[in-house]
């Protein structure tokens, strides 16, 4: 099965993985998140070849992750992206990789601080129960079938 395939699976990891699973646009995605919006920004802090970054913003427009917001420069217009609704949703999944980056694969300590705003003290993403509350891990938890595998 091609990447491509899985946006047709009735999974509700498959097809996120389908759009987000390339490792560019992960990074594409978290320097929005950083505040870039043009693609002279996007490139530089990214490294990405040109073509690469196009094909990567364009995933994320088509997604409807990212929006196309027209600009003019000296010369001519251009356009900016900005976050969706859709994209800023997509916060949480980033900093759940960056939790576990940071207790499996950064010896030293975090690589970023990610302190609230208005009080400072330092973020963090859990998964809590809609019922009690409660904080819940993988083994708190037993997936069943729902109603979106029914009409698969």
Not at 37 to 44: I, S
Not at 46 to 60: F, H, I, K, P, W
Not at 91 to 99: D, E, T
């Amino acid at each position: 099965m091609r990447a491509a395939d899985l946006i047709h699976e009735p999974c509700s990891i498959a097809r996120p993985v389908a759009v987000l699973g390339d490792r560019w646009t992960l990074i594409t995605l978290k320097q929005a998140f950083l505040g870039i919006r043009r693609f002279d920004d996007f490139h530089t802090s990214t490294g990405m070849s040109r073509t690469l970054l196009a094909d990567r913003l364009q995933v994320l427009v088509d997604a409807g992750i990212l929006r196309r917001v027209p600009y003019r420069d000296a010369i001519r217009t251009r356009d900016e992206y900005r976050l969706t609704e859709k994209g800023i949703d997509l916060y949480p999944v980033l900093r759940a990789l960056a939790a576990w980056g940071d207790k499996y694969l950064a010896e030293d300590g975090p690589f970023v601080h990610y302190p609230h705003r208005d009080c400072g003290g330092e973020t963090t993403v859990s998964l809590r129960c809609t019922g009690c509350g409660e904080e819940v891990t993988a083994r708190d938890v037993r997936p069943i079938p729902g109603p979106g595998l029914k009409s698969s």
